[in-house]
């Protein structure tokens, strides 16, 4: 098992977690097993518009670690702002679970509910079908109502900017534990996470090496420091955000790269210095910064560089 960080339930949080966004059903079973019997995580990152939860479940089933070791984390979708406990329920059907230990919404966007497609309903223009009616405020009123009931142990947000954060927290009786964004060296929001930190929510990194054909795994500063600590990039992509407090949640199917993300990171972690992490804070401004996930929703969710 790696360091923890906390929540501010007082809950305990593994810093690094396994990513299954992408990861096809037929290999995530497989990849979740793994990471939990054979490496040493004890964090799996899911949702329920991924469409591989039956399979993440069958594969912590199969590891055989106890669920109370496991820290699961799960998202509401976009077409169920206006029935939380409903999307919850299924998530919890199909990962074969009765409990999360966090719910998190997973875009600050609520979707028609009953528009053309359960997932992504469109407009006949082609654009998303936004249910505007609807406010956030709402959503998060009844992630707090399934919180208290006890169905999850913790509540968060996802994809959320200072500006969406502040939209709910005015009438928030829990705070947002966590909020899970686009967090890595070219796209560090430095300015969004001394606010969250300011209001004691906890930051989560999502495609923490870039996603898919990442080009950070050869950015310059990055192969330097994986030469100088005889490391890969990747480890010196993760161990940065550890560092840093932030929890990171590499996505990968492959078993020696689920290894070395997990032993790789937490050497990185310790290796990198003070004037190390400074450095790399300081690779984004040098014109590179840059998301590589920005789906086009069609509102304002109020990031400083979305493009
Ligand atoms: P795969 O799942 O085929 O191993 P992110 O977590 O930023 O979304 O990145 C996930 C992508 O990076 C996937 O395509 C994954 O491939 C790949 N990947 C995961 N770990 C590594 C690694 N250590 N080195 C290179 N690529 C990796």
């Known amino acids: ?6 929540l501010n339930t007082g809950a305990t949080i593994p810093a690094i977690g396994l990513g299954t966004w992408q990861s096809k059903p037929g290999e995530v079973k497989d990849a979740v097993e793994y990471a939990l019997k054979e490496v040493g995580y004890r964090h799996i990152d899911c949702a329920w518009a991924y469409g591989n ?18 820290f699961i984390t799960s998202k509401l979708w976009c077409t169920y702002h206006r029935k939380v406990e409903e999307c919850l329920n299924q998530t ?11 719910y998190l ?15 992504f309903p469109k407009l006949s223009d082609g654009t998303r079908d936004i249910d505007w009616e609807w406010s956030i405020k709402d959503t998060w009123k009844q992630m707090e109502a399934v919180y208290k009931q006890g169905k999850v142990k913790a ?4 994809n959320f900017s200072e500006k969406k954060l ?13 909020n899970q964004l686009e967090i890595h060296l070219w796209n560090p929001q430095h300015k969004l996470m001394d606010y969250l930190k300011s209001k004691d929510i906890l930051p989560q990194a999502y495609s923490p090496l870039g996603s898919t054909n ?3 795994l050869k950015d310059d500063d990055v192969v330097q420091y994986a030469e100088k600590y005889g490391l890969q990039p990747a480890d010196i992509l993760l161990g940065y955000l550890i560092a840093k407090d932030i929890v990171a949640l590499p996505k990968s199917v492959t078993p020696a790269r689920i290894k070395s993300n997990f032993t790789g990171a937490l050497a990185a972690a310790s290796k990198l210095t003070k004037e190390d992490i400074a450095k790399l804070d300081a690779v984004a401004p040098g014109g590179k910064q840059k998301r590589f996930i920005a789906p086009p929703w069609g509102v304002d969710l109020g990031f400083e560089n979305w493009p």
């Open 92 to 102: 919890l059907a199909n990962l074969g679970v009765d409990y999360l230990d966090l």
């Open 214 to 216: 990442s080009p950070m």
């Open 53 to 70: 939860e039956k399979e993440v479940g069958a594969g912590i089933r199969a590891s055989g670690v106890p669920r109370s070791e496991v």
């Open 155 to 158: 509540i968060g947000v996802s």
């Open 1 to 6: 098992a790696g360091p923890n960080f906390k």
């Open 166 to 178: 502040e939209e709910i927290l005015p009438t928030a009786e829990v705070v947002p534990a966590v």
């Open 105 to 119: 919404i997973h875009w600050p966007v609520p979707l028609n509910p009953n528009g053309n497609d359960p997932v």
